[in-house]
């Protein structure tokens, strides 16, 4: 029966705190709007794909007012100061970009960007690595199929 109890405490408050969550319009700081988009880059197969946990920082006069991640589908939501403001976006192995955008009180806008390759490797994964991934591939696979051929 306890149990029960502190079920239903939980789920309280859980339904509380669903009922008042804010959305952007109400949470906007006073003097400023909202930048929203979404990030894509080409693959080697030169194929627009979102990139997930790519950077998106926003600078005034030269300072860092407010910097995000991409989501699951390479989307961002930032609220920015009112004026003019540098946005800057960076993936490994992409072009970094920036752009100049203005924010208007209370308003919203959308920039989406298309990052190209950079041509060079990401430094966490540097050529060696994949020689000696396929080196281990090839070595595996060598001692399996010697034991299918053994004689019994």
Known sequence: MRNLAR???VSLVCLGALATQVTP????PIGGGVLRGQIWGYTWL???TPLVWARVSAFVNGNLVAEV???VNGSYLMYLPLG???ITVEYAGFIQQ???VHVSEG???T???YLERSGLPIPEFTNYGIILVAAATVALCQILLRRRTKPA
């Open 111 to 113: 920039l989406d960007w």
């Open 107 to 109: 308003g919203t806008t």
């Open 84 to 86: 003019t403001v540098t």
């Open 25 to 28: 319009s109400e949470a906007q």
């Open 98 to 100: 920036s752009k100049v």
């Open 46 to 48: 030169d194929e627009a």
């Open 69 to 71: 991640s991409t989501g």
């Open 7 to 9: 079920l239903a405490v």
